[in-house]
């Protein structure tokens, strides 16, 4: 087990260490959280480029000690105009790969613009530059990247653009190879110099929305040229007495909610961490949020999500009075994505910053725009065909999304800033990071470091397994195995349950925190 970073001014945390590296390198040259974090996400955009990018979306849970208020920056991106469930006849689903999965504008590079706009204190080009120079002078290949690269060669191979990139001449680059993305770089080159509108206005458009036309895809100039992020008021619900935040809808963060909102019906104190009945009980609360997010979780501009009712303490008994502890219930769950790279960043003055960033699927669309080395999201891919489904693809519309970064405050400050990679398991390893921090008092490196589990599908396996890691002892998982969960073993430190990162402010004011063993990242903090 890893020890925590512990630092009495700033700490960042991502899940590679040339982000984390970036964003330390902002607060040192006198930077705020703001300015670190959006250097943190456009490092990340080039450093783990299977898990996100520039042609993906992010939402950013934001504190400002000046005004005291939390505030959240939506940058998904709207489907198509000419995204018709015609355009997809004859087909079951719209396909999860390839240029027609590309269905929404990227939403990266106007995250990125609002927030150090609103906030940030070096130049837009300063925070980009230490991603501009990964991107054009390369970076050692992580394991975690070249596992990927190797197991989807194929799929990246059968795009032209994406392959010139990413398999060159059918070939990955092996892990600690240099890995370098020239057209990437000028991209970004080009936002740097020429802010937002280079990218949804100007060359990169053109590119972009130019190859997607080849490749039969269906976003144009003007759905980029129209599009527009949005600063929200966040989701707020209670957990043991504190505060905890999570962006709105079309992000699913309101089920990570209501689970803790249910959870806090019951004494954790008199559950030993690592028993039946902590699992247990993590596991049937996780259910009951997902069954509402399934029914209501879309773009609430197109229909309403019942945030009043779904939130309130009233509707939190019910849920728990319906909770077995001698019996799981058998809920279905829906197939969502797991390539997500999550970071977050205090600085001295209190500034917060918890973030979230996606292509979707590992490589999103396996489809890249063109020269501009952006490969592009397949979010739009989990927009239903079916006219009846609250999450219907319809033009301009945001989708379901998985993605919710988190924050919790403790006496009207931020005390937890925390989340993960891997799409249905985000609520579910929120759950069990806030539940070890709070009520079982571990600082965030042990909660992360702690076996874990994740309920329901991965986006390529069709069942309602738990999968537990094989740390947890076995005799929990025959009780779990009994209970009616049905239970796979998976490797002791398996990527299938996320990568978690976490920051723990004490009363002292001290930052501590954690990264997960398993991905790249690092805490740096002093």
């Avoid at 394991?143 to 989807?152: G, I, L, N, R």
């Avoid at 009233?314 to 019996?327: H, P």
């Avoid at 996320?498 to 740096?524: L, M, N, V």
């Amino acid at each position: 087990m890893g020890k925590p970073v512990v630092g009495t001014d700033v700490m960042v945390v991502s899940p590679h260490y040339l982000a984390s590296a970036a964003g330390a390198r902002m607060l040192e040259r006198g930077g705020n959280a703001f300015d670190a974090a959006v250097a943190v996400s456009a490092c990340l955009a080039v450093v783990y480029p299977h898990m996100t990018g520039l042609g993906g979306d992010s939402f950013w849970l934001t504190y400002h000690h000046s005004d005291g208020q939390v505030r959240g920056y939506n940058a998904s991106g709207r489907s198509a105009g000419r995204a018709e469930r015609a355009a997809f006849a004859g087909e079951a689903a719209i396909p999860v790969r390839g240029a027609r999965s590309a269905v929404t504008v990227p939403g990266m590079a106007d995250g990125w613009h609002a927030v150090h706009r609103e906030y940030g204190r070096l130049s837009f080009a300063e925070v980009l530059e230490p991603a501009i120079g990964y991107a054009a002078g390369g970076f050692p290949m992580s394991p975690d990247q070249y596992e990927h690269t190797a197991a989807h060669r194929l799929m990246l191979a059968a795009d032209p653009a994406a392959a010139s990139v990413y398999v060159p001449g059918g070939r990955v680059t092996r892990t600690g190879e240099r890995f370098v993305q020239q057209q990437l770089a000028r991209t970004l080159r080009g936002l740097a110099q020429g802010g937002k509108d280079y990218f949804y206005k100007g060359e990169a458009a053109l590119e972009i929305t130019r190859y997607l036309k080849e490749c039969g895809g269906l976003l144009d100039r003007e759905d980029f040229a129209d599009h527009h992020g949005d600063w929200v008021e966040p989701v707020q619900g209670s957990y043991r007495g504190r505060d905890v935040y999570q962006m709105p809808p079309n992000s699913q963060g309101f089920a990570g909610l209501m689970a803790l909102q249910v959870l806090d019906r019951f004494d954790l104190s008199a559950v030993p961490h690592g028993s039946y009945e902590y699992y247990h009980l993590l596991v049937e609360a996780l259910k009951l949020s997902f069954k509402d997010r399934n029914a209501y979780l879309t773009d609430p501009v197109f229909h309403p999500v019942p945030l009043e009712r779904l939130l309130s303490r009233a509707y939190a008994a019910e849920l728990a009075a319906q909770i077995r502890m001698d019996r799981a219930f058998d809920f279905a769950s829906p197939s969502v994505g797991n390539d997500t790279a999550y970071a977050a960043v205090i600085d001295k003055e209190g500034n917060a910053v918890s973030f979230i960033q996606s292509l979707y699927f590992e490589f999103g669309s396996g489809t890249a725009g063109g020269e501009t080395g952006v490969l592009l999201q397949n979010r739009g891919s989990f927009f239903s065909l079916d006219p009846g489904h609250v999450n219907r693809l319809m033009p301009r519309k945001r989708t379901f999304h998985t993605l919710m970064p988190g924050m919790a405050f403790t006496d009207g400050r931020p005390s937890h800033l925390f989340g993960t990679q891997g799409g249905e398991g985000q609520p579910q390893t929120q759950a069990a990071l806030l539940t070890r921090m709070i009520d079982y008092g571990m600082d965030p490196q042990r909660a992360i470091d702690e076996p874990r589990f994740v309920w329901g599908r991965t986006w390529g396996a069709p069942t309602m397994e738990l999968k537990l890691e094989s740390r947890i002892d076995g005799g929990v998982m025959e009780k779990l195995a009994a209970a009616g969960h049905l239970v796979r073993r998976v490797a002791p430190f398996d990527g299938i349950v996320g990568h978690a990162h976490a920051i723990y402010i004490d009363e002292q004011g001290f930052r501590s925190g954690g990264t997960d063993p398993r991905c790249d990242g690092a805490a740096i903090g002093w």
